[in-house]
């Protein structure tokens, strides 16, 4: 009780404080400096990313377009009669309203917000446009809005009208094909041949005639409207919409004809379908979650797509889009962890060594005052205090700069930077304080020296094995669990507490690399030493002594290790992304500039490839018909893969010449198929549905399907993983020929030879897409916090290298000075304390480059950095030879300026004063 009793508050001597402070400004404005600095970046950078997530998520879901939307169906209510037929029900467009009305009720607040105005769509089926050469279909549609369809100008005719002009009327099952007015847009009329009051000849797939009638001509006027990129082929013909050699044709109805495209099909032909468009502008990181769980839910809830009632039908892959987003947005968020982590690490050890050299020049004050009575808590008390307040205000100068170019700030990442700064300078003090007072003495028993050594041995045996264990749990962790949350849907964003582990992977396998070259050092630096005691060169052997001395400080060459192995870790981080981009654009494109001819030029397509071909600078020119969402069959499967029949040694020669990968089974396509009837082709598929020996069938119109057979796996063709290849002529023989729509030009003049062809197509550079990849937003802030975090370590290790040098410049230079009594000069000198300083830092200069390769080959392949280079695999690690040279040299550049400096700092000690030292 009373040693409770007798406790009391630390007694804190201000004067010494504010003294300690003064004397040592410089050092701890340092501190405070590197403080700040650190704490910008970890304060600025999350946020950024964040900002960066919410644009990602924003531009994918623009890029998905239609993928995006959510979709409600219904089916009609019954219209039969009492007669035994079918009634005509002229209220049907209101009836849709009020399908649209009670969809979007059903949203909910927060989906709804985060949604365009919808819009409906009425489908007829697939009808066939009978005579021509070629396949054709047609479909009726229907597209309402809020304020109506989307706004026409009728340059011929009249606007679809009603065909009768009684409000009931009921007319037989199998009576004669009841009519229905449409309008048809300027070029569907033009490919058609077919003007105001003229019959489409079609007919279903039962072979029935349809009486479609053309009631006017439209042009719309705003073809960016929203609405038409439901039906595109109101606007223009659309190829390979119903297959392979197909082209459709749309004709647009009205409120008034939509009763009779009931009655022109079959009862459950006609299709009504409500489309919610995402707003993108609206989307945010911290959104996402919730709404894909709401879809997620509307879907669950859907009726039977069987079911005759008029009950909700959801469909969408806004969820999965969304998911997509987040994968990628959390995959950037977990690498910049783990080169913050590395940072931190870097700054941790380099605040340490900062602390070790200012308490090194402190302890003959502390130890003064330790003598004069102070007592250890209270010496601790008033380091904590000056330390504290030197951390504090460091990091809040930090993080306010940070608010200053960031949109928010994150503090979170600044605590071990604080935590440290705060803490090593009062515990070493500390330290230091308590051994100058200790009257422990050293034994002269020789066992019990022995004794001392071994235990000293094992405590850091005991913290090696930790670090090393730690290192190797978090490496499998990291191979085996990976970066990604394990449910996206459920995570914040923030790092959570199982991440911890594999995202410092990369830092403790730094700690580790430096741990065993400390380990090695003092061992070569001995051996060294035994070798120049056999040579007749004193310099070497004062050289090799004084490394030999020094070889052990464990500090010094950790913070060295660490803070290059992490620099190159980070520059070959940023090469390899900047390297997956180069490549990623290679593999969307195909080639230095793609020709995408629309449907009614295909026919030109040959001709085209043939002036293109003759431009001044094309190297090569690829033709091949490309089909997005193909319908192949498997034996119990319909797959959509992406369809791309092309002469495979025109192919071949394209991928010879390109850096895109070598794909030598191409050349089994133009072998005979393994079965009677069978054409060869390659697959590629992400979830296996399309494998090597995997039998298919290819659907067509009027003709029995072709059977296919994967022979091998087909290169990634356009940024997709579902591609199926097939040799041109091998499918023209089995009675298909390909109708080239895809043209891949090669050469420096490739886009000049495609910007103006003439003909109506879309042009992709790839110059084009790898610019706008590299600025995406977590593309772009993924590699500039590469680039700035190897500059921010590469920085540290300089400091810490100067820090280094400084702790021990005294002891360094008492000794050479005591040596200049014996005839040593001072130049001599000068390569004495190079040959001390050189070793570690030549040992760094090798080996942290080596050790940073090391690190990217063991942690790049869990990052996933293909979620943001747009490759179907993860890129190969880059290894940047001259920057990692770079950083060499900046070590060795700093160490022989460092003694110079010293030279000349401590040319004004005098000789009496360095021989006294000690007393």
Request: aromatic share 4%; net charge neutral; hydrophobic share 50%.
């Given at each position: 009780m009373n040693r409770w009793l007798t406790r009391r508050w630390p007694a804190l001597h201000w004067p010494s404080i504010r003294g300690r402070g003064r004397t040592d400004a410089g050092a701890l404005l340092l501190t405070a400096t590197v403080i700040a600095a650190v704490a910008l970046l970890a304060g600025a950078a999350p946020a950024l990313l964040r900002a960066a997530a919410d644009n990602a998520v924003q531009d994918t879901v623009r890029r998905a377009g239609n993928d995006s939307n959510v979709l409600v169906h219904a089916n009609w209510e019954r219209d039969d009669g009492p007669t035994g037929g079918r009634v005509r029900m002229p209220s049907l467009a209101e009836e849709l309203d009020n399908f649209r009305a009670r969809a979007t009720n059903a949203l909910g607040p927060d989906l709804d917000a985060a949604l365009l105005p919808p819009v409906a769509a009425v489908n007829g089926p697939i009808l066939s446009i009978t005579g021509g050469n070629v396949p054709r279909t047609f479909q009726f549609t229907?597209?309402?809005?809020?304020?109506?369809?989307?706004?026409?100008?009728?340059?011929?005719?009249?606007?679809?009208?009603?065909?009768?002009?009684?409000?009931?009327?009921?007319?037989?099952?199998?009576?004669?094909?009841?009519?229905?007015?449409?309008?048809?847009?300027?070029a569907d009329a033009a490919a058609l041949n077919l003007g105001p009051g003229a019959r489409i000849p079609v007919r279903d797939g039962q072979g029935r005639d349809k009486d479609v009638r053309i009631s006017g001509i439209y042009r719309p006027a705003d073809s960016a409207d929203p609405a038409w990129r439901l039906a595109p082929a109101l606007l223009r013909p659309v190829p390979g919409a119903d297959g392979v050699g197909t082209t459709r044709f749309a004709g647009l109805l009205s409120r008034e004809s939509l009763p009779d495209a009931r009655l022109a099909v079959d009862e459950d032909q006609l299709r009504r379908t409500v489309h919610f468009a995402p707003a993108p502008d609206a989307l945010t990181w911290d959104a996402t979650a919730a709404l894909a769980s709401q879809v997620v839910k509307l879907k669950a809830t859907s009726g039977s797509s069987s079911d005759r009632e008029q009950s909700l039908k959801w469909e969408s892959q806004l969820d999965t889009v969304l998911r997509d987003a987040r994968a990628r947005n959390s995959a950037a968020s977990t690498q910049a962890a783990v080169l913050l982590a590395g940072v931190l690490t870097a700054t941790v050890l380099v605040l340490l060594l900062a602390a070790d050299l200012l308490v090194r020049r402190r302890t003959p004050v502390l130890s003064a005052a330790r003598q004069r009575g102070a007592a250890l808590p209270d010496l601790g008390a008033e380091l904590i205090i000056e330390s504290t307040v030197v951390s504090?205000?460091?990091a809040a100068v930090g993080l306010a700069l940070a608010r200053a170019v960031a949109p928010g700030v994150s503090w979170t990442w600044s605590v071990p930077v604080v935590l440290a700064g705060a803490v090593a300078g009062p515990a070493f003090g500390t330290l230091a304080a308590a051994r100058a007072s200790r009257d422990r003495r050293q034994p002269a028993n020789p066992a019990a020296r022995r004794w001392l050594r071994a235990t000293g041995q094992l405590r850091r045996a005991a913290v090696e094995a930790a670090v090393l264990i730690a290192a190797v749990a978090a490496f499998v962790t990291l191979h085996q669990r990976g970066l990604l949350p394990v449910a996206s849907d459920g995570d914040t964003g923030e790092l959570t507490g199982d991440l911890i582990l594999p995202i410092s992977a990369l830092a403790l396998g730094a700690l580790v690399g430096a741990l065993v070259l400390l380990r090695l050092l003092p061992l070569g630096a001995r051996f060294a030493l035994r070798q120049a005691l056999r040579s007749r060169r004193p310099l070497a052997v004062f050289s090799a002594a004084q490394a030999a001395t020094t070889a052990g400080r464990a500090l010094p060459l950790l913070v060295l290790v660490s803070?290059?192995?992490?620099?190159?870790?980070?520059?070959i981080l940023g090469a390899t992304v900047t390297r997956g981009l180069t490549d990623g654009a290679w593999s969307t494109v195909g080639a230095d500039a793609r020709l995408d001819v629309s449907g009614?030029?295909?026919?030109?397509?040959?001709?085209?490839?043939?002036?293109?071909?003759?431009?001044?600078?094309?190297?090569?020119?690829?033709?091949?018909?490309?089909?997005?969402?193909?319908?192949?069959?498997?034996?119990?499967?319909?797959?959509?893969?992406?369809?791309?029949?092309?002469?495979?040694?025109?192919?071949?020669?394209?991928?010879?010449?390109?850096?895109?990968?070598?794909?030598?089974?191409?050349?089994?396509?133009?072998?005979?198929?393994?079965?009677?009837?069978?054409?060869?082709?390659?697959v590629r598929s992400t979830d296996g549905d399309l494998r090597t020996g995997t039998r298919l069938q290819l659907p067509r119109d009027d003709a029995p399907a072709i059977r296919l057979a994967a022979v091998g796996t087909a290169p990634a063709i356009g940024g997709t993983n579902n591609v199926v290849i097939v040799d041109a002529a091998a499918l023209a023989d089995a009675g298909l020929p390909a109708v080239p729509n895809t043209v891949w030009v090669t050469g420096p003049g490739a886009g000049r030879a495609v910007s103006n062809t003439g003909v109506a197509s879309d042009?992709?550079?790839?110059?084009?897409?790898?610019?706008?990849?590299?600025?995406?937003?977590?593309?772009?802030?993924?590699?500039?916090?590469?680039?700035?975090?190897?500059?921010?370590?590469?920085?540290?290790?300089?400091?810490?290298?100067?820090?280094?040098?400084?702790?021990?410049?005294?002891?360094?230079?008492?000794?050479?000075?005591?040596?200049?009594?014996?005839?040593?000069?001072?130049?001599?000198?000068?390569?004495?304390?190079?040959?001390?300083?050189?070793?570690?830092?030549v040992v760094t200069a090798v080996c942290g480059p080596l050790l940073g390769a090391l690190l990217a080959r063991l942690t790049l392949g869990p990052l996933d950095l293909r979620l943001l280079t747009g490759q179907a695999v993860d890129p190969a690690?880059?290894?940047?030879?001259?920057?990692?040279?770079?950083?060499?040299?900046?070590?060795?550049?700093?160490?022989?300026?460092?003694?110079?400096?010293?030279?000349?700092?401590?040319?004004?000690?005098?000789?009496?004063?360095?021989?006294?030292?000690?007393?």
């Open positions: 229907y597209l309402a809005g809020d304020l109506g369809g989307p706004d026409v100008t009728w340059v011929a005719g009249s606007p679809p009208g009603s065909a009768v002009s009684d409000q009931y009327v009921e007319t037989p099952y199998d009576g004669p094909p009841w009519p229905v007015q449409v309008g048809l847009s300027e504090l205000s460091a803070t290059t192995a992490l620099a190159s870790f980070a520059l009614d030029a295909e026919a030109a397509t040959p001709a085209l490839a043939e002036r293109i071909a003759a431009a001044p600078g094309v190297e090569q020119v690829v033709v091949a018909q490309v089909t997005d969402s193909a319908r192949v069959f498997t034996e119990s499967t319909l797959l959509t893969p992406r369809l791309v029949i092309v002469d495979t040694a025109a192919f071949r020669r394209l991928l010879a010449t390109t850096p895109l990968p070598d794909a030598p089974a191409l050349a089994r396509l133009t072998a005979p198929g393994p079965g009677p009837g069978e054409v060869p082709a390659l042009v992709v550079l790839r110059a084009d897409v790898l610019r706008a990849q590299r600025v995406a937003p977590l593309t772009a802030g993924l590699v500039r916090l590469a680039w700035t975090a190897a500059a921010v370590l590469l920085a540290l290790g300089l400091l810490g290298l100067t820090l280094a040098a400084a702790a021990g410049a005294s002891e360094r230079w008492q000794t050479l000075t005591r040596l200049r009594t014996l005839g040593l000069r001072p130049r001599d000198a000068r390569w004495v304390a190079a040959g001390e300083l050189l070793p570690p830092v690690a880059v290894l940047p030879w001259w920057l990692l040279g770079l950083v060499g040299v900046a070590l060795l550049a700093t160490a022989a300026t460092v003694v110079p400096v010293e030279s000349a700092l401590r040319r004004r000690d005098r000789l009496s004063e360095v021989l006294r030292a000690g007393e």
